[in-house]
């Protein structure tokens, strides 16, 4: 039976948040706010301001920022009809890929420039992500949970592309700062029903308003449930956002609370010859993740005078998290081993704990634009791990035989400590300057816990500690050439220490169980990035923009996780890592249609010579320079799995009517090699299934449209896949211990496991908007 995980408890204080937020709901005395009035000021011209560092500031004109940084609104969101964040950032953004490894549309992993932000243990995580100046990366491995992250509450999402070190660790390759909606900015009620293929049906509400001349509230609520286009794959997604706050001439403060209780079922990669019978299926059942959070934040800016301001956040996070996976027991060997010892049932449950607090003080004055900040962040985590024998049904899921065994009890801490400054230097009226530079100190222990129980401790080793200093520093120019044209360029530098689960899972001879039981604890290194960047971006007669841009990203000491089984691995550093690449994009936006292009080149390779555990790579116990292991050589310029080196994205709205938009998306992707042959050599057997390495490319096309019914209603429709293609984004070698029907198990078979994606598939919805009745 599935776990059920206790409550999340949350604080007294986000119970006060969610009564204020519902008081001020019901006050008579509130009143819905249309937005300001911009008529006035429609003949000066737009400029987009950036927050570049997490917590508010003064901003800074996109123009003056020295890297091609990338944005999406609230309107832009919509009018995609994403179902989460990933989808929405893969189909808007140049140089964004994701890979469906789990088989679940909340469990992708998304890379920029060949960089990733996941929720799966195991995966090179390169990018941070912020929600209202707090850090949402996890700290027991710095995953990204997507499912938590509250879609119909986003207002902005800004990507901020290469090494940047005013977003702390894990900015090696960019940073994701989402600020979320308030009941000034967002005023009105709103109601959106969906539904459609694979049994997908979902609701979201949201309510904005003013209350009295400067307090504000709003509130957001979604529930998404779907059958899965794969057998035995549900999902449930319950997610929550309130924010109560005031904004006055000198200061702003708001109270915000995030909350999330979801259950999520992927199944995983699929071996080639159980595709080729169904893509529907699974190799083994079940997989299971439940996910429960809850987040309290506080932010708040005083203005000291026209060019001072003071910005501070506070926050505490709780997230729980309960994993079932249903495997093949690696000790199992066919015709020898007791077949009631084929599967294993492991289960892991894991307790995160986190707080923190920042300050920021922010000047500007003559040609200087001058950011001063520190933070302390810390976070605790318990984490268990139970593995029980048994047998595989008819169905190919474990029915447990014995009693869950304990695998692993430890507890992680981790404390970071930080200093920031930058500094926006006018050189000239169209020559700016730009220094940052951040220092970091982190401190990271894991103790056993396991061990020390009286009764069965465990066979582990996991006591350790690491410390980890660093300070790194950014320098930009950007040069407004003339009007229509901007030049600019920067190095920066970044780091990542690394997480509770890495130190406790990195001796390569005793591999852990994915999601992760742990052994000994032999010191890692931090990560170092250094990225450098130049580009052009204008626009042809106002509304006809471009951008072009290179960019070079070099990791030192990366942080791999190397396989040594069907579950089983370690992480390792591994010497150097290479990204590199190009970005074209080109937009227009006119009364009628709206439209755009981008085209991104990505060269992510490994610079360095080392062996990998690839058991089920041709070429493994092949090379010299590996002898006597499952090994595989790995050379410089071998490209990194899992990133495809072209891709290619056009976009484009049309309103036929002034009440009726049509909408299309097509984008395409070149190859991409799969896990397992980081050496780019492995060849097939012979046999067609096995495959050769590599996923093939693919084009997608999905349409959309939007009918505007009047009083308030609205009419919309997306369709994916309209071209009912079957590709996959994600693929690793591996061993398949089934038959090609898959009722019977025989000795393993090496073959290409892939991760298929979804068939056609359309959903139909309506939108009301509760202030717009009676116009």
């Known amino acids: 039976m599935p776990h059920t995980l206790n409550k999340v408890r949350l604080h007294p204080l986000a119970w006060a948040a969610l009564a204020a937020c519902a008081t001020a709901a019901q006050s008579p005395t509130a009143r819905a706010q249309t937005a300001p009035n911009t008529a006035s000021s429609a003949e000066l011209p737009r400029v987009e301001v950036i927050r570049v560092t997490p917590l508010p500031g003064l901003g800074v004109a996109k123009d003056q920022v020295p890297s091609n940084v990338q944005t999406i609104n609230d309107r832009k969101l919509k009018q995609a009809h994403s179902l989460n964040l990933p989808d929405a950032l893969a189909s808007q953004l140049p140089s964004v890929t994701v890979n469906e490894i789990q088989g679940n549309p909340y469990q992708l992993d998304v890379n920029y420039r060949g960089f990733t932000a996941s929720p799966l243990l195991g995966t090179p995580q390169g990018l941070s992500v912020f929600q209202d100046g707090v850090r949402i990366n996890e700290p027991f491995g710095d995953t990204v949970n997507w499912d938590l992250i509250p879609k119909s509450a986003l207002a902005n999402i800004t990507l901020l592309p290469g090494s940047n070190p005013l977003f702390g660790l894990n900015t090696l390759g ?37 209350i009295g001349e400067s307090s504000h509230v709003f509130v957001a609520a979604s529930a998404f449930d779907e059958d899965g286009w794969r057998d035995y794959s549900p999902s449930k997604v319950r997610q929550l956002f309130g924010k109560f706050g005031q904004r006055d001439t000198d200061y702003s403060w708001d109270l915000s609370l995030t909350a999330a209780d979801n259950k999520l079922i992927g199944n995983g990669l ?80 894991t307790r995160q704990r986190g707080e923190g607090l920042a300050l920021q003080w922010t000047l500007a004055r003559d040609n200087h634009h001058l950011t001063l900040g520190a933070s302390h962040d810390r976070a605790h985590t318990r984490f268990e791990q139970t593995s029980a024998v048994g047998s595989l049904s008819d169905t190919r899921s474990v029915i447990p035989l014995e009693a869950d065994q304990l695998d692993a009890r430890i507890a992680g801490s981790s404390h970071t400590s930080s200093v920031y400054f930058t500094d926006l230097i006018d050189l000239r009226s169209n020559l700016q300057l730009t220094v940052s530079g951040r220092y970091n100190d982190t401190r990271v222990r894991t103790n056993d816990l396991g061990r020390r129980l009286a009764d069965n401790p465990t066979d582990t080793t996991l006591d ?98 190397i396989s ?17 690449g190009i970005e074209l994009g080109l937009s227009q936006q006119m009364a009628a249609v709206s439209w755009s292009a981008s085209y991104s080149f990505l060269r992510a390779t490994y610079d360095s010579r080392a062996c990998i555990v690839a058991q089920a790579n041709s070429t493994a116990e092949t090379s010299p320079a590996c002898p006597g292991t499952a090994a595989i050589e790995v050379r410089p310029g071998n490209r990194i799995p899992g990133l495809p080196k072209h891709s290619l994205k056009l976009n484009a709205d049309w309103r036929v009517t002034p009440e009726w938009m049509l909408g299309a998306q097509l984008s395409a992707y070149s190859d991409q090699y799969v896990r397992g042959n980081e050496n780019n050599a492995h060849k097939p057997d012979g046999v067609d299934f096995n495959g050769s390495g590599r996923i093939g490319g693919y084009a997608l096309l999905n349409l959309t449209t939007n009918l505007q019914l009047g009083r308030g209603w609205e009419l919309f429709a997306k369709v994916t896949n309209v071209l009912d293609r079957h590709y996959a984004t994600a693929g690793a070698l591996g061993e398949n211990a089934f038959t090609g029907n898959g009722n019977e198990l025989r000795s393993p078979v090496t073959e290409q496991f892939t991760g298929p994606s979804a068939p056609r598939a359309a959903w139909v919805g309506v939108r009301l908007r509760f202030d717009a009745l009676g116009e």
């Not at 439940?290 to 501070?312: H, K, P, S, V």
């Not at 926050?315 to 996976?325: D, V």
């Open 564 to 580: 040594t089984g069907t579950a089983t691995g370690y992480f390792s550093n591994f010497g150097r890592t290479l990204r590199q």
């Open 270 to 349: 699929l071996p080639s010859s159980l595709l080729r019978q169904r893509r529907e299926g699974y190799y083994t059942l079940l997989d299971v993740t439940r996910n429960e959070m809850a987040m309290l934040n506080l932010n708040a800016t005083a203005r000291i005078d026209a060019g001072q301001q003071l910005a501070f956040t506070a926050y505490t996070r709780h997230t729980r998290t309960a994993t079932r996976n249903g495997d093949l027991n690696d000790e199992f060997v066919f015709g020898v081993s007791d077949e009631n010892t084929a599967g294993v049932e492991h289960r892991t449950h």
């Open 464 to 561: 350790g500690s690491g410390t980890y200093q660093k300070f790194n520093p950014a320098a930009g120019l950007t040069w407004q050439v003339s009007p229509t044209l901007t030049a600019y360029g920067n190095l920066s530098q970044g780091n990542r220490a690394p997480s509770p689960i890495e130190l406790g899972c990195s001796d390569p001879n005793h591999a852990c169980v994915l999601p992760n039981a742990l052994q000994s604890d032999p010191p890692l290194r931090q990560v170092v990035s250094r990225t450098l960047e130049a580009g052009l971006r204008g626009s042809f007669d106002g509304d006809l923009r471009w951008n072009a841009s290179a960019f070079r990203t070099e990791n030192k000491d990366d942080l791999l996780f």
């Open 174 to 210: 960019g940073a994701l700062s989402l600020q979320t909606k308030s009941g000034d900015t967002h005023p009105g009620t709103e109601v959106e029903m969906q539904a459609g293929s694979f049994g997908r049906r979902s609701i979201d509400l949201s309510h904005g308003q003013t």
